[in-house]
């Protein structure tokens, strides 16, 4: 997510670079591609501003002699669409935990992914009081996350999908 010269926000998929924060980690560019072209789609975004192809509209004028494409709006309009696809985003990042071996057989392993992000990881021995979701998460030690963690946990997930277990309305702290 950027924004260019003439004050347009814009989408893109790209490989991670340092500095940058993504909006959304994918593990293949086709998969950022599929939904970057679902959010086009969705919220009337131009694919040429989402350096997608070119934009099928921005060359079609109607009958009022108005160019068709959403990029022909003033730029505070088209990045309007642009925040809706973005809290679009937001609201469909899950949340989740997965729960392994531990290191003994007493404990087992967890890793938190909250709002699409890694939040932490830890141990949680067998005897522990946890009455809750949220003294699961509040055992973890936390960590910052980063692309290359979410790969890892993205990539562990489409191996044993059955081990992420979504959570829903637990609070950040």
Request: aromatic share 10%; net charge negative; proline share 3%.
């Given at each position: ?13 790209s490989k991670s670079k340092k500095g940058h924060t993504p ?6 560019q086709q998969g950022g591609i599929s939904k970057l072209r ?56 899950q949340g989740y935990y997965i729960i392994d071996k531990g ?71």
């Open positions: 997510m950027y924004e260019d010269d003439k004050g347009y926000r814009r989408m893109a998929i909006v959304q980690v994918f593990t293949t679902e959010l086009v789609r969705r919220f009337g975004l131009c694919s040429s501003l989402c350096r997608l192809s070119s934009c099928e509209l921005c060359d079609l004028v109607d009958k009022e002699k108005k160019l068709l494409c959403t990029s022909n709006q003033p730029p505070d309009i088209y990045n309007q669409k642009v925040e809706r696809a973005l809290s679009f985003l937001k609201e469909d990042e290191r003994y057989a007493n404990e087992k392993s967890c890793i938190w992914v909250e709002n699409g992000s890694f939040y932490g990881m830890g141990y949680i021995d067998d005897a522990a009081d946890i009455y809750s979701l949220e003294d699961v998460r509040d055992s973890l030690t936390r960590y910052n996350g980063n692309h290359y963690i979410m790969q890892l946990i993205i990539s562990y997930i489409c191996k044993y999908p059955r081990k992420a277990v979504p959570v829903n309305g637990v609070a950040a702290s």
